[in-house]
């Protein structure tokens, strides 16, 4: 069994900044492509910053120059750092991950539970 858990969303005022974090946990053999998605209420799920293993990422335009994805491979986890946060940036953040289980021959796409991530004006 893998599980993706995630942590640090929460209330915050526009210009304030959050740090969220996704761990991998389980029989897992290797993390491959790792992401961030949201949805904001009546929107669709739309993709905020992808990292490959080898630490390659990409952006949203919405969020670029204010968000940055990182991750720890010793730890199994993804990060995402938002700054200078605006109201629109206000949503259900959830954890993406292509996972290798142990003794598996290929990688599955996993999902978070999410966490809510509220900017106020």
């Known amino acids: 069994q893998v599980q993706l858990v995630e942590s640090g969303g929460g209330l915050v005022q526009a210009g304030g900044s959050l740090r969220l974090s996704c761990a991998a946990r389980?029989?897992?053999?290797?993390?491959?492509?790792m992401a961030w998605y949201r949805q904001a209420p009546g929107k669709q799920r739309e993709l905020v910053a992808g990292?490959?293993?080898?630490?390659?990422?990409d952006y949203a335009d919405s969020v670029k120059g204010r968000f940055t994805i990182s991750r720890d491979n010793t730890k199994n986890t993804v990060y995402l750092q938002m700054n200078s946060l605006k109201p629109e940036d206000t949503g259900v953040y959830c954890c993406?991950?292509?996972?290798?289980?142990?003794?598996?021959?290929?990688?599955?796409?996993?999902w978070g539970q999410g966490t809510q991530v509220t900017v106020s004006s």
């Open positions: 993406n991950a292509r996972i290798r289980r142990l003794g598996s021959e290929e990688a599955v796409e996993y």
């Open positions: 389980g029989r897992l053999f290797s993390i491959n492509d």
């Open positions: 990292i490959s293993r080898g630490g390659s990422a």
